[in-house]
């Protein structure tokens, strides 16, 4: 299994950025599908999720409003919309993959079943 983050760079406050992760190896659409964020020396907080066929997401407080979650099961690939950069939102951004349908999505680490390597966002003030 891969999961392949991209999309990330440098952009000043107030501006926005869409990362993508696609992934390889699984079937795509039996996984829920999240965005977490590392900022430097702090732990992987949980950013936001959608489920296997996109009908549902749930949101962190600090990315609801600002950020939109969406996939296309069709090309395997989940997608992170930012906009409205925050400094604060500065920080390497991981997609992960969580197996099965839930009622709860899942929100915390250990729920996730694959990892991608990161990408890192760079918010400019």
């Known amino acids: 299994v891969q999961l392949q983050a991209s999309g990330g760079g440098l952009v000043q406050t107030g501006g926005s950025l869409r990362l993508s992760c696609a992934a390889s190896?699984?079937?795509?659409?039996?996984?829920?599908m999240g965005w977490f964020r590392q900022a430097p020396g702090k732990e992987r907080d949980f950013v936001g999720v959608?489920?296997?066929?996109?009908?549902?997401?749930h949101y962190t407080d600090s990315a609801k409003d600002r950020f939109t979650i969406s996939r296309d099961n069709a090309q395997n690939t989940v997608y992170l919309q930012m906009n409205s950069l925050r400094p604060e939102d500065t920080a390497v951004y991981y997609c992960?993959?969580?197996?099965?349908?839930?009622?709860?999505?899942?929100?915390?680490?250990?729920?996730?079943?694959?990892w991608g390597q990161g990408t890192l966002v760079t918010v400019s003030s």
């Open positions: 992960a993959a969580a197996y099965g349908s839930r009622v709860l999505l899942p929100r915390a680490f250990g729920e996730y079943d694959y």
């Open positions: 190896g699984l079937t795509f659409s039996t996984y829920n």
């Open positions: 959608i489920n296997w066929d996109g009908s549902r997401t």
